[in-house]
């Protein structure tokens, strides 16, 4: 069993940036890929960012591409999700999720883990 805990989540302005931590805690970090999805009010969650087990590959959902990054460490047991230029579209709850066997998914129910989200807001 792995526990996740997000943090970093707040009120930004417009172009600013944020920085997204999840901390796991349980299992073996360095042997799950890791997943970002995001839900924003009244929308289904949808996927942003995954990072392969030893971080080798990334890849981003089209809406954030060039502007967001995603990274490991898995010594420290922590992924994050680096924003920059957030606009008030990025505006949601963001989840970090591991997928068991290094299984790498755009898919939720390919995740077996989830934390318990952060909310970022991008005011206008």
């Known amino acids: 069993q792995v526990q996740l805990v997000e943090s970093g989540g707040g009120l930004v302005q417009a172009g600013g940036s944020l920085k997204l931590a999840c901390a796991a805690a349980g299992g073996t970090f360095s042997s799950y890929a890791m997943g970002w999805f995001r839900q924003a009010a009244g929308k289904e969650r949808e996927f942003v960012a995954l990072i392969t087990p030893i971080g080798s590959r990334t890849d981003y959902a089209h809406s954030v591409k060039g502007r967001f990054t995603t990274s490991r460490d898995n010594a420290k047991n922590t992924v994050w999700l680096e924003m920059d230029s957030l606009n008030p579209e990025d505006t949601a709850v963001y989840y970090c999720?591991?997928?068991?066997?290094?299984?790498?998914?755009?898919?939720?129910?390919?995740?077996?883990?989830w934390g318990q989200g952060t909310q970022v807001t991008v005011s206008s």
């Open positions: 999720a591991a997928a068991k066997f290094g299984r790498t998914s755009y898919w939720e129910r390919d995740y077996d883990y």
